[in-house]
Nanobody
Framework: QVQLVESGGGLVQAGGSLRLSCVAS????????MGWYRQAPEKQRELVAS???????NYADSVKGRFTISRDNAKNTVYLQMNSLKPEDTAVYYC?????????????WGKGTLVTVSS
């Protein structure tokens, strides 16, 4: 059984900060690219940031300079530090990871954590 569990979401005022965490658990052999997506009501899910196994980050233009993605391979964990939050950042944030298990190599999704930024 493999699963991704997000944490760290909540309510914050504009200009504030939050740090999201995502832990992958199960019979994981190795992790490939990990990342964060978000989905606001009535909108499509979009990539926020991703990071390769070689620690190369990629960010959506809307969050560059404000968000920082990082990972801890020993803990199978990916983080998203969010600073200078804006109301438009309000969304459910989903963790995503490409994982190799003892039986497969595939894409996994977490259940999401809600981030609400008030104005």
């Amino acid at each position: 059984q493999v699963q991704l569990v997000e944490s760290g979401g909540g309510l914050v005022q504009a200009g504030g900060s939050l740090r999201l965490s995502c832990v992958a658990s199960g019979r994981i052999v190795s992790t490939n690219t990990m990342g964060w997506y978000r989905q606001a009501p009535e909108k499509q899910r979009e990539l926020v940031a991703s990071i390769t196994s070689g620690n190369i980050p990629n960010y959506a233009d809307s969050v560059k300079g404000r968000f920082t993605i990082s990972r801890d391979n020993a803990k199978n964990t990916v983080y998203l530090q969010m600073n200078s939050l804006k109301p438009e950042d309000t969304a459910v944030y989903y963790c995503n990871a490409v994982l190799r298990t003892t039986t497969s190599f595939m894409n996994y999704w977490g259940k999401g954590t809600l981030v609400t930024v008030s104005s």
